[in-house]
């Protein structure tokens, strides 16, 4: 790696204890020597699971803002948002928040609207569908392109990975993207926890973008970018 990034804090914020260790792989191989300050409140996500997909309590919002001042205060160069389902917290809470913030959705989606115009979503949970749909749309009509999404719902395998079952959720979602790549130009992996399944993703038939490689490598961009 070409910089040295001992000195660059970056704030992320949980909306589930999970996530925190699904990062842990991309902190250590692409941003190492970087502070990290977690921010977690697992009643986010039972609270954004309680609602119908699409409804996000706006208390929720809420948290987001105050976690963000929070590390704000500490001096974190950057503030990634690690939830997939309320990502437009990011949005509502930039009026209020000096520090630059980032969706970790965003990144991978960027590249993807890239790669062509038919796009595959890939999800385990519903209440994800209208939050990525909506940013999948936004990152395509920033980059100055129309696209179509096709969104496939995987939720037995976000039940098999509840129930201890990494490998059958792993299994099920390459079935899916095996499914999907005939008919798409690049398919995006909704959550987080599907970061798991890269090792397994060499020789897809279409590029296939997980959230953890794409925002941490972004990330890394960022800071080598500012002193």
């Given at each position: 790696?070409?910089?040295?990034?001992?000195?660059?804090?970056?704030?992320?914020?949980?909306?589930?204890?999970?996530?925190?260790?699904?990062?842990q792989k991309?902190?250590?191989?692409?941003?190492?020597?970087?502070?990290?300050?977690?921010?977690?409140?697992?009643?986010?996500?039972?609270t954004n699971?309680?609602?119908?997909?699409?409804?996000?309590?706006?208390?929720?919002?809420?948290?987001?803002?105050?976690?963000?001042?929070?590390?704000?205060?500490?001096?974190?160069?950057?503030?990634?948002?690690?939830?997939?389902?309320?990502?437009?917290?990011?949005?509502?809470a930039?009026?209020?928040?000096?520090?630059?913030?980032?969706?970790?959705?965003?990144?991978?989606?960027?590249?993807?609207?890239?790669?062509g115009?038919?796009?595959g979503?890939?999800?385990?949970?519903?209440?994800?569908?209208?939050?990525?749909?909506?940013?999948?749309?936004?990152?395509?009509?920033?980059?100055?392109?129309?696209?179509?999404?096709?969104?496939?719902?995987?939720?037995?395998?976000?039940?098999?990975?509840?129930?201890?079952?990494?490998?059958?959720?792993?299994?099920?979602?390459?079935a899916?993207i095996?499914?999907?790549?005939?008919?798409?130009?690049?398919?995006?992996?909704?959550?987080?926890?599907?970061?798991?399944?890269?090792?397994?993703?060499?020789?897809?038939?279409?590029?296939?973008?997980?959230?953890?490689?794409?925002?941490?490598?972004?990330?890394?961009?960022?800071?080598?970018?500012?002193?």
């Amino acid at each position: 790696m070409s910089q040295n990034l001992t000195g660059k804090k970056l704030g992320i914020i949980h909306a589930a204890l999970i996530t925190t260790r699904a990062v842990q792989k991309y902190l250590d191989e692409v941003i190492p020597g970087v502070e990290v300050v977690h921010w977690v409140d697992d009643t986010i996500q039972n609270t954004n699971f309680a609602c119908a997909p699409g409804t996000i309590p706006p208390g929720n919002y809420a948290k987001f803002t105050q976690a963000a001042l929070s590390q704000q205060a500490y001096g974190v160069d950057l503030i990634l948002l690690a939830c997939s389902t309320f990502n437009r917290a990011v949005e509502y809470a930039r009026p209020m928040i000096a520090t630059p913030m980032l969706q970790i959705d965003r990144p991978m989606m960027d590249l993807a609207v890239q790669q062509g115009p038919r796009l595959g979503l890939l999800t385990t949970v519903p209440t994800t569908v209208p939050a990525s749909e909506r940013l999948l749309r936004l990152a395509a009509t920033d980059a100055g392109r129309t696209v179509t999404i096709q969104t496939r719902l995987c939720s037995e395998a976000f039940a098999a990975l509840k129930a201890g079952q990494p490998e059958k959720h792993n299994d099920l979602l390459l079935a899916e993207i095996d499914r999907l790549s005939g008919e798409v130009d690049a398919i995006v992996l909704a959550q987080l926890s599907m970061s798991a399944l890269e090792p397994r993703l060499t020789s897809t038939k279409v590029p296939v973008y997980n959230s953890g490689r794409t925002a941490f490598t972004h990330i890394r961009r960022l800071f080598e970018a500012t002193p």
